[in-house]
């Protein structure tokens, strides 16, 4: 040990008073000054991500430079005949100038410790991503300088020592490309020994020991190469060889080994500021659980920037059961087809035969007015998990033969986000079948064109009253559908027959389409935590029936009931028709969607009218939608059951406007409300909000002058001022 | 102290050293001493541990340089023929370098660099900086070094090459006073030197061991004259002239054993042949300028040994009277060629380069 420390002191002396450290360290802070200049200064966010993925590069080219005399300097000068005469081994010597260069690249990183002040002082940084990215740097660094360490020795001319390692650390970075281009297993491997992969995740903010042991291993690798290569350029003789392939070959197997370990027994801390490579408790309990492998193909954008991947990733590292894949679709065209996958950041999660699909649209929130992003990849992922798992799938089933919107015409988005939670699609046509599917959890009627058959309207009604859910979304329409109507009324509601005309909760482009505001309920509270919108373009007013409807033969009344805001329920008639047998208590009506009370609606005659509010016009507020309870016969309790959901527009769900901010979760959310599923599971989303810093320009400036001039000159002029001194010597 | 046993060196296909074998004894003083590209350096690296002998033993204070690497390089003080210094270091910091390198403990490194400054003579110089002194002051700073630590065996490669003549004195008396304390092992090409400085010199040339002995002693070879090797046609026809008896065959035989390179000789093949090479070496001996003519195991061979001293026209000379004693006897001369390297081949080389060197200088 004392050799190592006689070794490392002179090593870093002759360091401090060599001109060439001060110019490389003041080339080094000129670079990292401009790049940190660059990417936070100007683009105002507070990360020094930007910094250290381009500083790496230089780290290339600067290293090798550094470390180029520690050996080849001795073996010019002759002195490495009095270190190897000395009671020193190969390996103190390597260790302990290893250790000074080491030293001295952590010098020259601590004296950026500017750009982080500057962070805190001026902005608000995580420092999850600080502290993982200065210390993947320190590791990068150590790396280069074993491989710089390495390839002094192979000479004793400096001049090759810079240059061979600079080509042997350029193709350690290289090695992605070729990763890329080749992809599947040979592409997998040369990724992993690519440096730059390993960097970049400590960048983001996590530390893996997959990623340290990678560098740990470069280190011992070159320092061993560098011992090894020594004694073999002093020393060759025949019977040391056999031994010295035995300990070449010991050391690889430990390395080797050291790295397997890493990947099957991964450690990490997570210190993004999203909790990026963390999966939640709820999702390790699911995944605990597992009882059959499960494979999670995730089709992204080689080089985007997108978490779905770390996402997979997490999840094939969080179990054995799951194989995690990461795939470029322009690169397996034919998988991407044979799973349906037509847009990047899709992931399809399959089990045995079955398979669940997640598009991205389902993946991102934008929360509005902020300048961040909602990620629900690990929801989505976790949820189809645990659907593939269930042994029944519930089944939605689309009426059509009226003009509805169904899974093949208008609702394709939706089905497929049915199915991501774990709904079977299915459409059915009274007309031909004379009855609802069996095994139907929910009836979903999307925006008639006509109105109900009597004969049809009946085998509704026997479906309601007997425990059937229904999801009605019936558009303001110039004919009164009696059908509807009184299938509405069955449910308590009355159909107004306007359009709801909102001046103050609309659409910012279209005063006809509110955005309504939301009633406290479990369909609708996710969605206002989150300060998301429902848009209904075009919407009538509902209110609640005075009585239930009894009868197909009860005509709706046209004129729309007027709505208070506290309405009481519907009235305490008993159920009637032998089909109400199982229906206990009349259907309690909830608010879901209400109006401003500035609202009117626009009766809707046929003629075009102006847009204005006429004395005869019902006032608001209305409601847009409606959740409908009844109290269930077969629980003792009483607690009531959900029957139905009626929103008096379809359109919100149609592919134009699903996307639309809190659209599809609200109609989800209903059907899961509906088939009491709820949510199967809810986990936080990740939320991207990139740090922000905010300078004056004279600070702009300031940092400019003072990072990529100043301190730069100041090195320049400390290694004049000691060369100047050492002159006279 | 140092003892090699049968020690080769391959390098790269040429043979550096071979078959290797002599003995340092403890407070000797020892020059080693051999032509430009004899093997001297590749010895003492072997010696040093610098590097693996391919063949053979070394053992330094009892110990294998290559097995207790550490117990022979705490013992050993080198000085390599540069000397290996850092010229960015100040002289007394590189020599404090050098006793933490050699692990002389904490409380006695700044008396150990003080003594070998002032041995060395570097006091004035001591916080400048090695690369800018001049070359004489870096092969004090180098000879310093190898002093740090008070190790039992020194071994200098070229102490005084490209010193001026007073550095030369300086440098000989400073290893001279190392005698007794410290074993030394001293290479140098410069037979003057080598007699100066050492107790006893070993000759190398072309990697094999020429002579050992003290100074004197060889220097009493060298003078003991040039060797031939004779062969003579035998036995020649009847009416031999000589009379040869075996006493004086044997007399010879002892006498050559003595003077020159104890080898075996005189293995008779008969008692007839025995005593008709005792008859020519008798008849030869009284040429003039023949010191000695010892018969050789062949029929018919001999060793001609010349008086010491002789210039090389001398010499020639000698040779002819030996041609017409011969055939004047009837024995004609079938070989008449120098023996082996001779002892005094390598010296004249040495010699010679030392005056070469002097001239240059």
């Known amino acids: 040990m004392s050799g190592v420390w006689t070794i490392y002191r002179k090593e870093l002396r002759a360091f401090l008073v060599a001109p060439l450290t001060y110019v490389l360290t003041g080339v080094f802070l000129a670079l990292g000054g401009y790049f940190f200049w660059a990417t936070v200064v100007i683009s105002g966010v507070a990360s020094l991500a930007g910094f250290f993925g381009n500083t ?69 940084p995580y420092t999850g991503p600080v502290v993982a990215g200065y210390l993947g740097f320190l ?74 042991v990678y560098y740990v291993t470069v280190v011992a690798g070159f320092l061993f190469l560098a011992v090894r290569n020594l004694e073999r350029r002093l020393w060759r003789s025949p019977e040391r060889g056999a031994q010295s392939t035995i300990l070449t070959v010991a050391v690889v197997g430990i390395l080797v080994l050291a790295n397997v370990f890493a990947v099957r027994a991964p450690w990490q801390l997570d210190l993004t500021p999203e909790g990026r490579f963390t999966l939640s408790g709820q999702t390790r309990q699911v995944l605990a659980a597992l009882r059959g492998p499960v494979e999670i193909t995730a089709f992204v954008r080689t080089g985007s920037d997108s978490p779905v991947p770390d996402l997979v990733q997490a999840y094939g590292k969080a179990s054995r059961q799951v194989k995690a894949r990461v ?28 398979t669940r699909k997640i598009d991205p649209d389902s993946l991102y929130t934008t929360v509005p007015g902020e300048y961040k992003t909602e990620f629900n990849g690990e929801q989505a992922v976790t949820r189809a998990i645990l659907e ?13 033969g009226h003009g509805e919107a169904s899974p093949e015409e208008g609702l394709t988005q939706l089905e497929g986000d049915l199915r991501g939670e774990g709904y079977d699609t299915v459409t059915f046509n009274l007309a031909e079948t004379g009855k609802v599917p069996a095994d139907t959890s929910v009836v979903v009627v999307a925006g008639p064109q006509s109105d109900l058959s009597p004969d ?16 009605l979304l019936l558009d303001p329409s110039q004919r009164s559908f009696s059908g509807w109507a009184s299938l509405a009324r069955e449910l308590g509601v009355e159909l107004g027959q306007d359009v709801v005309v909102d001046p103050v909760r609309a659409f910012i482009f279209d005063v006809l ?75 309690v009506v909830t608010s879901l969607l209400r109006t401003s009370a500035e609202a009117w609606g626009e009766p809707l005659t046929g003629e075009r009218v102006k847009i204005e509010k006429n004395p005869g016009d019902p006032g608001g507020p209305f409601d847009l939608a409606v959740a409908v309870e009844r109290a269930n016969p077969a629980a003792t309790e009483g607690e009531p059951a959900p029957v139905a959901v009626v929103v008096g527009n379809s359109a919100f769900i149609q592919d134009d406007f699903l996307g639309f901010q809190g659209n599809r979760d609200f109609f989800l959310n209903a059907i899961n409300w509906l088939t009491g599923k709820k949510s199967l599971i809810s986990i936080r989303p990740k939320v991207f909000a990139p740090p922000m810093i905010t300078l004056t320009p004279n600070l702009v400036w300031y940092s400019f002058y003072g990072f990529v001039v100043a301190l730069p000159l100041l090195l320049l002029v400390s290694g004049g001022l000691i060369w100047w001194r050492r002159r006279a010597l | 102290m140092i003892q090699l046993e049968h020690v080769s060196k391959q390098y790269a296909g040429r043979t550096a050293v071979e078959d290797l074998t002599f003995t340092v004894e403890e407070g000797e003083v020892v020059g080693f001493l051999g032509p430009n590209g004899a093997g001297k350096t590749t010895t003492m690296r072997m010696i040093t541990g610098y590097m693996p002998p391919s063949d053979g033993r070394i053992r330094v204070a009892g110990f294998d340089p290559i097995e207790d690497p550490f117990e022979v390089k705490r013992r050993i003080g080198y000085l390599p023929e540069n000397p290996p210094l850092y010229g960015d270091m100040t002289v007394s910091g590189y020599l404090y370098f050098v006793a933490e390198l050699k692990r002389v403990s904490r409380d006695r490194r700044r008396a150990e660099v003080a003594r070998a400054i002032e041995r060395t003579g570097l006091t004035e110089v001591s916080g400048r900086l090695v690369g800018h002194l001049s070359r004489g002051f870096r092969q004090r700073v180098g000879l310093a070094q190898a002093l740090i630590g008070d190790p039992p065996v020194l071994i200098f490669d070229e102490p ?3 010193l001026d003549p007073q550095q030369i004195v300086e440098i000989r008396q400073l290893i001279k006073n190392l005698a007794g304390e410290h074993t030394v092992l001293l290479s140098s090409h410069i037979l003057p030197e080598v007699q100066a400085i050492c107790q006893r010199v070993i000759i190398i040339n072309k990697g094999r061991l020429v002579a050992q002995d003290r100074p004197e002693a060889l220097a009493e070879r060298l003078h003991a004259g040039a060797e031939f090797r004779l062969r003579v046609r035998m036995p020649r026809g009847a009416g031999a002239a000589g009379q040869a008896t075996a006493e004086a065959a044997g007399e010879a035989t002892g006498e050559a054993a003595a003077g020159v390179t104890g ?12 005593e008709e090479a005792a008859g020519v070496a008798r008849l030869l001996r009284q040429v003039n300028g023949v010191r000695d003519v010892v018969p050789e195991g062949a029929a018919g061979a001999f060793r001609l040994i010349l008086d010491p001293g002789l210039a090389v026209e001398q010499s020639e000379e000698v040779r002819e009277r030996v041609f017409y004693e011969l055939a004047r006897a009837r024995y004609p001369i079938i070989e008449l060629s120098p023996a082996r390297v001779s002892l005094e081949d390598v010296f004249v080389q040495l010699v010679t380069e030392e005056q070469a060197g002097g001239e240059g200088a």
């Not at chain 1, 470029?328 to 996958?341: H, N, T």
């Not at chain 1, 593939?388 to 059509?400: C, D, I, M, N, R």
């Not at chain 1, 935590?529 to 009344?557: D, H, I, K, N, W």
């Not at chain 1, 009931?561 to 199982?582: D, F, K, N, V």
């Open chain 1, 56 to 124: 790496t590069i230089v780290l290339i080219f600067l290293i090798p430079v550094l470390t180029m005399r520690l050996w080849a300097d001795e073996e010019s000068r002759g002195t490495g005949e009095l270190l190897l005469t000395s009671p020193v081994s190969l390996g103190q010597i390597v260790v302990g100038k290893y250790l000074a260069a080491v030293t001295l690249f952590a010098g020259m990183t601590l004296l950026t410790a500017g750009y982080p002040i500057i962070l805190y002082l001026f902005g608000e």
């Open chain 1, 139 to 212: 590791l990068l660094g150590a790396a280069c300088v074993a491989v710089g360490m390495f390839t002094s020795t192979l000479t004793d001319n400096q001049v090759i020592a810079a240059v061979s390692g600079f080509g042997i650390l350029l193709l350690l970075w290289l090695l992605q490309w070729a990763a890329e281009a080749l992809g599947g297993t040979a592409g997998a491997i040369l990724g992993g020994i690519s440096a730059l992969n390993h960097f970049a995740s400590f960048n983001e903010g996590l530390i893996a020991t997959v990623h340290a």
């Open chain 1, 327 to 354: 795939v470029d679709p322009l690169r397996e065209p034919s998988l991407a087809q044979k799973l349906g996958v037509q847009q990047y950041d899709t992931i399809v999660v399959q089990q045995g035969s079955r």
């Open chain 1, 388 to 400: 593939l798992g269930q042994e029944q799938q519930l089944k939605v089933a689309f009426l059509t």
């Open chain 1, 456 to 471: 049809e309207l009946e085998v509704m009604r026997k479906f309601v009253n007997g425990g059937g859910r229904v999801v």
């Open chain 1, 513 to 587: 389409s509110p955005l309504p505001v939301m009633e406290d309920h479990p369909i609708t509270s996710p969605l206002s935590e989150r300060r998301m919108q429902v848009m209904l373009p075009r919407a009538r007013s509902l209110a609640r029936a005075a009585l239930p409807a009894t009868a197909s033969g009860a005509a709706a009344a046209a004129a729309p009931a007027t709505a208070s805001g506290t309405t009481t329920g519907a009235g305490t008639a008993s159920a009637p028709g032998e089909s109400a047998a199982a229906v206990a208590g009349p259907p």
């Open chain 2, 160 to 162: 005084t090459v490209g």
């Open chain 2, 263 to 274: 080898e075996a000789t005189g293995e008779a093949t008969g008692e007839a042949t025995a």
